[in-house]
């Protein structure tokens, strides 16, 4: 990652938490703990933020305070043929007048494309989503209420009574921080909150996760691993992650990610 990528998330992280831990912004950019410290004594020179003790914080701390985890503009670029070709295969499952909630995420997003062709209802908390739908399909698009969290480009409520509880979906599509045998991992309590009432409104729980989501881990578990369904992963899931799933008894779905990769320079010419 570039040195002005860096910084760039580094101070739209300082904006988001009251002080960003030099381990929140390595895990943010794959960059090494020095890497990230000498950013900081940059940015802190540049009087872009302020350097304090273990990380980092906002010079004019902000009022409202956002969620933990990397920016979607960020994650949207990361493992792209993979997440494409697992939002086919997502998509493979519904058809026409089916009821479908999608989470927002950077892999549900990728459904947006193959979605065009069909006329469902979608309940989304994603404003990406509801935005392309709109444009590009005849899809009915129903959005949840809330406060729109800009870094992660989702719409989240803390209440219990809104519309979340008026929809009732054949399935559910969503991604995840990480996926273990505890079950599914999100990295803020806020994003697990909101998401546990949307599963609760589908008869199926289908996840959608590139390989590398069997390999990281969050303190924070949204669901144990009986509640889902079908799992959508590329063909770089391992024996033993194969085996976990299996003994859960969820269905795996495998969507080689190399055939994607051709029908991706199709998509983006």
Avoid: W
């Amino acid at each position: 990652m570039h040195e002005s990528e860096r910084h760039r998330i580094i101070q739209s992280a300082v904006q988001d938490r009251p002080v960003a831990t030099v381990a929140d912004l390595v895990q943010m950019t794959g960059a090494s703990e020095a890497t990230i410290r000498r950013d900081i004594a940059t940015l802190h020179v540049q009087k872009k933020l302020r350097r304090v003790r273990g990380g980092a914080e906002s010079i004019a701390p902000p009022q409202f305070v956002g969620l933990a985890g990397r920016p979607f503009s960020v994650n949207e670029t990361m493992n792209i043929a993979a997440k494409r070709a697992i939002a086919r295969a997502a998509v493979d499952l519904c058809e026409d007048g089916d009821a479908i909630i999608i989470n927002g995420g950077t892999t549900t997003y990728q459904m947006v494309h193959p979605l065009s062709a069909r006329r469902c209802q979608v309940f989304t908390n994603s404003f990406p989503i509801a935005e392309h739908l709109l444009k590009h399909s005849k899809n009915t698009i129903l959005l949840s209420g809330g406060t729109i969290y800009r870094e992660q480009n989702i719409i989240l409520s803390p209440f219990d009574n809104d519309v979340t509880r008026n929809f009732a979906a054949r399935r559910m599509f969503m991604g995840a921080q990480g996926l273990s045998p505890l079950g599914l991992m999100e990295a803020d309590p806020l994003l697990i909150q909101a998401e546990q009432k949307l599963i609760g409104q589908a008869d199926e729980l289908v996840v959608l996760v590139d390989s590398s989501k069997f390999r990281k881990r969050s303190s924070l578990i949204l669901c144990p691993l009986s509640r889902i369904q079908t799992v959508i992963t590329d063909d770089g899931i391992t024996d033993r992650e194969a085996a976990m799933l299996a003994s859960a008894e969820i269905r795996l779905i495998v969507a080689p990610s190399g055939a994607a990769g051709r029908e991706d320079a199709a998509l983006d010419a």
